[in-house]
């Protein structure tokens, strides 16, 4: 063995290595910013991207703890292996049935939580100054991105929190499970007649083709925002949607992105990076 290879084999084990899982994973960005946050922070670490189709996780997953890595996080399609995977989850993780942070433990053990609904609902309060208390939501979608985010925005007290879904029964079964948390109910976009709400959420994955589910006239209360879980770097077609009809925010996920990465950071290190830097960079890049 050369020197190269004592070397090497140093600063394999003098650095933590973190990184995100997913398929496809080319676009991420949070090697971006957990580097940021790393640089932000004066903490030493590693994060990467690694393409994982769901056939391969267990064994990616498996490997990369035995090879010293210290955390993950995972993204789609593999948060539901995630939280299968783990040896035991924050009860926001149970709640959501998907892991997007895993942490390994002092005693050897993969912790699973789920940053993503904490992630939403701090960009709503800390960076645009929504309140979530006593007033009516709508959360479009009843798949795994409305899950995760369901526990976090009852625990702010809102007036209503209504999912609707295209596939109706999938809305109600969802409500139903969350009863015991919060005035909460599931129904179908038709349902939505005469009804308003002072924020609109898209957890629906139709935002990313481009389409908007039909919805009716007047639904958005004035002086109600407009939120998309997912974002882009043109305005998503529901982003769109809140402008046309006039919300007085009508905002994308990356503030979501930056702030789940926080926490997921905050979990691992210990620390807590500012966020607003790291948004209002990867915003005027965007914009750029
Ligand atoms: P995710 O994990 O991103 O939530 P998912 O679990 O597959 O993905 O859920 C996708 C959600 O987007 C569902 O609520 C789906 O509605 P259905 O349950 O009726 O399938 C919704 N969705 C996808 N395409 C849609 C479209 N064109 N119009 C309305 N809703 C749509």
Same mark, same amino acid.
């Given at each position: 063995m050369g020197i190269m290879d004592g070397e090497k084999s140093t600063i394999m084990t003098s650095i933590d290595r973190y990184a995100v899982f997913g398929?496809? *994973? @080319? !676009?991420?960005k949070s090697p971006r910013i957990h580097r940021l946050f790393a640089e932000q922070t004066g903490q030493a670490l590693e994060y990467t991207a690694v393409d994982v189709p769901a056939e391969q996780f267990r064994t990616a997953v498996a490997m990369f703890f035995a090879e010293g890595g210290k955390g993950l996080n995972c993204t789609v399609p593999l948060k539901e292996l995630a939280w299968n995977y783990a040896d035991h989850k924050t009860e926001r993780a149970q709640l959501s049935k998907a892991v997007n942070t895993l942490a390994l433990q002092a005693d050897g053990s993969i912790l699973g939580d789920n940053t993503d609904g904490i992630g939403l609902v701090t960009d709503l309060l800390?960076? !645009?100054? *929504?309140?979530?208390?006593g007033i009516r939501i709508l959360i479009l979608g009843a798949g795994g991105a409305s899950r995760g985010i369901i526990a976090p925005i009852l625990e702010q007290s809102p007036q209503t929190l209504v999912i609707a879904n295209r596939t109706v029964d999938k809305a109600v079964k969802l409500a139903a499970e969350f009863h015991d948390k919060g005035a909460i109910t599931g129904c179908g976009? +038709? +349902?939505? @007649?005469n009804r308003q709400f002072d924020l609109i959420l898209n957890a629906t994955s139709a935002s990313l083709s481009g389409c908007v589910p039909a919805l009716p006239a007047?639904?958005?209360?004035?002086g109600g925002n407009c939120y998309d879980l997912a974002y882009g770097n043109e305005p998503t077609a529901f982003v769109r949607w809140g402008l046309e009809n006039h919300a007085a925010k009508s905002l994308d996920g990356l503030g979501m992105l930056v702030e789940q990465a926080a926490e997921a950071f905050f979990i691992w290190r210990g620390v807590r990076p500012q966020t607003r830097p790291v948004i209002e960079l990867l915003n005027s890049e965007r914009q750029a």
């Open positions: 398929h496809p *994973i @080319k !676009h991420s800390t960076n !645009h100054a *929504i309140t979530l208390s976009f +038709d +349902d939505l @007649k007047g639904l958005l209360a004035t």
